[in-house]
């Protein structure tokens, strides 16, 4: 359902948005990996009928440190999306 739900959002933002548009979208979940996030904002983009690329992926401040053994503190991730 979250999944469903990210991809809803990012579709509607991308139907706004005009060629050389932004979207900026984020995911604080710990259990949503990077790639499938990847997936989900490229699916929306698709779906919305726009080509979009990936200027820029952010993610949580250095203060928030990722142990090596817990990957899943890397909890912060996003990407500024360019509409082409």
Do not use: W
């Amino acid at each position: 359902q979250g999944s469903r739900a990210y991809q809803d959002i990012a579709r509607l933002g991308f139907r706004f948005l005009n060629p050389g548009g932004l979207l900026v979208n984020f995911s604080c979940s710990g259990l949503m990996e990077r790639a499938l996030f990847q997936k989900i904002t490229a699916d929306a983009a698709l779906d919305a009928g726009r080509e979009a690329l990936i200027v820029r992926e952010l993610t949580q401040a250095p203060d928030h440190p990722v142990p090596l053994s817990f990957p899943e503190g890397l909890y912060l991730k996003g990407f500024v999306n360019r509409v082409c």
